[in-house]
């Protein structure tokens, strides 16, 4: 029997569950590597090289090299562990969350310090504000 | 007896961090988040607590995938700040408390919460961005802390009744240990946001104003909120939240709220702080 998974109707959000980590296992697992300097300078020297060293799938290999993040999200990657991508490009958490939401930094800036995104229509999927 | 003689919350954003540590806390950006810590730095200075039981979680930093350990206790002699991969923060070693922390260890795992024991860790920003918060930019730490690492990051967390049962019997071993102590605990996170996906940005100032509320007068009912919840209105980092209860749970019913501030944001962030007293 499946359990019961009532957050999948949360829109624009993957919950990082059972399913989600052990898709991602081996992808999140590259990514702590690159919290060392020595690390990111190889991973950087040739991305394609140091991605083949994991066995993750080519669409997750993919979503790294085009830095596709809410791709990586669908295939089991984690905020917090692509997040070392974001300091591997050094941007910051910010801009990568603005990527992710579609925005320029500028325009999501402007909007967190308006007070945020709204909660009001972004709860169900397909609902209306 | 050790006493336990307050509760506080806050967020733990790492922006909050670097933010101090590059100097800018004045610049219009920061200046409103860290005037709401004012207060609070002077009270801690008068309180001078001996150990603070600082619940936080790991950001795919000490812990990856390879162990994920629901609840860990730090019963270590120092922490070492780790590096998250801009270097370590150019903040002191954190020191243990060690006898207390196995005393709770013990207590706690006796009443049916399988804690896992950790003595070598290195802390991140969930940890040292309260202590810098609280106590700005020392020499030295002048507390002892006990770190306690909550997983909120692979699904699911603790449920927020679990924390907050657990938070309760924290406070049973606190109050059994005899050396004369006086401690606070500490529960960090939140408030709303969400870092990922199409929807990141999201804040709910109305859910996290609730939420502060209820954490004074009725956290029985913060108890009985469900994960989904929390990610739905609250933001999917928003069930950092739960973090909350573990503090909330091991003080007294009734409480004094000392003081309270609210800030939208920090970065991706609402930033909550609140200081609860026991009566
Ligand atoms: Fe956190």
């Known amino acids: 029997m499946a359990l019961d998974k009532p957050y999948k109707d949360i829109p624009g959000t993957t919950i990082f569950d059972s399913d989600q980590a052990r898709l991602g296992y081996h992808v999140n697992q590259f990514c702590m590597t690159l919290m060392k300097p020595e690390n990111r300078e190889r991973f950087l020297e040739n991305e394609r090289a140091y991605l083949d060293e994991w066995p993750m799938s080519e669409a997750q290999k993919r979503a790294v090299l085009d830095r596709d993040y809410n791709a990586l999200l669908k295939l089991g990657a984690n905020v917090y562990y692509f997040g070392k991508l974001f300091f591997t490009d050094k941007i910051s958490f910010e801009k990568g969350a603005s990527l992710m939401a579609g925005m320029s930094q500028d325009d999501y800036r402007e909007m967190m310090v308006s007070g945020g995104r709204s909660p009001d229509g972004n709860r169900f999927i397909g609902e209306k504000s | ?279």
């Open chain 2, 1 to 279: 007896m050790a006493r336990l003689s307050a509760g506080v919350s806050m967020s733990h954003v790492p922006a909050i961090g670097a933010a101090v540590d590059l100097g800018k806390t004045d610049e219009p950006y920061w200046r409103p988040l860290f005037e709401g810590f004012e207060f609070s730095r002077a009270w801690i200075a008068g309180e001078k607590p001996d150990v603070i039981f600082l619940v936080y979680n790991d950001h795919a930093v000490t812990f990856g995938l390879e162990t994920i350990p629901t609840f860990a206790i730090g019963c270590g002699e120092r922490f070492e700040i780790a590096d998250e991969g801009w270097g370590p923060r150019p903040v002191p070693t954190v020191i243990g408390a060690p006898d207390l922390a196995w005393h709770v260890r013990q207590s706690v795992i006796q009443e049916d919460f399988d804690l896992t024991t950790l003595n070598e860790m290195k802390v991140d920003h969930g940890l040292t961005v309260p202590l810098t918060l609280m106590y700005g930019q020392p020499a030295e730490w002048p507390c002892r802390v006990i770190p306690f690492a909550v997983n909120v990051i692979v699904y699911p967390p603790p449920s927020g009744r679990r924390c907050f049962e657990l938070g309760k019997a924290i406070r049973r071993a606190i109050d059994s240990f005899d050396e004369d102590l006086n401690v606070q605990i500490w529960g960090t996170g939140g408030m709303s946001h969400q870092l990922q996906g199409p929807r990141a940005g999201l804040i709910n100032q109305e859910f996290d104003r609730n939420f502060l509320d209820a954490l004074v007068d009725d956290p029985e009912s913060l108890a009985a909120i469900p994960h989904v919840d929390y990610m739905r209105d609250a933001g999917s980092e928003g069930i950092e939240l739960v973090m909350w209860l573990i503090m909330r749970g091991a003080l007294n019913k009734k409480v004094k709220e000392l003081h309270r501030h609210y800030h939208v944001p920090a970065s991706n962030t609402a930033v909550g702080h609140i200081i609860l007293q026991n009566d």
